[in-house]
């Protein structure tokens, strides 16, 4: 077992069903995990958790849940990272993303990785509940908003290759920055909104409108839009 990983007994508590769904939780927030544990945890049997791609590739591999709850953005390459290396030698194992996010790329990203489904943490225990034992059975599952950013995918409405492509290069913050400028945010509120500097953003967006070569806020807007990232 590694550092980072927190195994959990397998036993079930007085009333608790049989057959119920094993499920290993990654997050690298401990506090949403606690929270996810309190919530599902008299309906699925939590068999393990992890916080990194690292100690969720161990965990999965080690104790072969029926679904991973995983969240897109993990230390040490993403949640596709944890799903690319599983699938490698556990091509059978089901995911379902749970994330604060639902950025088209990310939803795009996880799903092309491997994920059954996608949900964000707005979602209620009971919704979850439902959500892991379909996807345990084989189903996909989205928050309706979301399934519309699959289906353009699906459709060609989305160029995937251009969103990868061009997102890989900003990092998560300059990302978040990215979003909330298209949003029409200043860059006082964007401050903020981040608890960052007003040079920190500036920094940001010439970083941001460098690596996509645009050449202004206009520019940076569109580009966002038509990606559907805002």
Same mark, same amino acid.
């Given at each position: ?7 959990l007994?397998? &036993?079930?508590?007085p009333?608790r ?17 606690s =929270? $996810?544990?309190? !919530?599902? =945890?008299?309906? $699925?049997?939590?068999?393990?958790? #992890?916080?990194? $791609?690292? *100690?969720?590739v161990d +965990?999965?591999t080690r &104790? ?14 993403? =949640?596709?990272e944890?799903?690319?290396? $599983? ?9 379902? #993303?749970?994330?604060?996010s639902?950025?088209?790329? !990310? ?23 439902? +959500?892991v ?6 189903? +996909?599952v989205?928050?309706p ?11 060609? #409405? ?8 061009d997102? !890989? ?14 949003? =029409? ?11 960052? *500097?007003i040079? &920190? ?5 010439s970083? %941001? ?7 202004n ?12 990232? %805002?």
């Amino acid at each position: 077992m590694s550092e980072n990983e927190t195994a959990l007994p397998e &036993t079930t508590s007085p009333g608790r069903a049989p057959q119920q769904r094993r499920v290993v939780i990654v997050d690298d927030h401990a506090m949403f995990r606690s =929270g $996810v544990r309190h !919530d599902i =945890g008299p309906f $699925v049997t939590i068999v393990a958790e #992890a916080e990194d $791609v690292p *100690s969720a590739v161990d +965990a999965i591999t080690r &104790t072969l849940p029926d679904v991973v709850l995983l969240d897109v953005h993990l230390p040490g390459g993403g =949640g596709a990272e944890v799903i690319k290396q $599983v699938h490698a030698t556990h091509p059978d194992q089901r995911f379902l #993303a749970l994330s604060v996010s639902d950025a088209a790329e !990310d939803v795009i990203g996880v799903i092309r990785a491997g994920a059954r489904g996608y949900v964000t943490k707005s979602i209620s225990a009971p919704e979850l509940v439902e +959500a892991v034992g379909r996807v345990a059975e084989g189903d +996909a599952v989205f928050s309706p908003r979301l399934a519309g950013f699959v289906l353009d995918a699906f459709s060609g #409405a989305i160029d995937l290759a251009s969103i990868d492509e061009d997102l !890989d290069r900003l990092s998560p913050r300059e990302r978040e920055v990215l979003r909330l400028i298209a949003r =029409g945010y200043a860059y006082k509120e964007v401050a903020k909104e981040l608890f960052i *500097s007003i040079k &920190t953003v500036e920094t940001h967006v010439s970083s %941001v409108l460098r690596k996509l070569q645009l050449s202004n806020r206009h520019q940076l807007t569109r580009w966002a839009t038509d990606r559907k990232l %805002v």
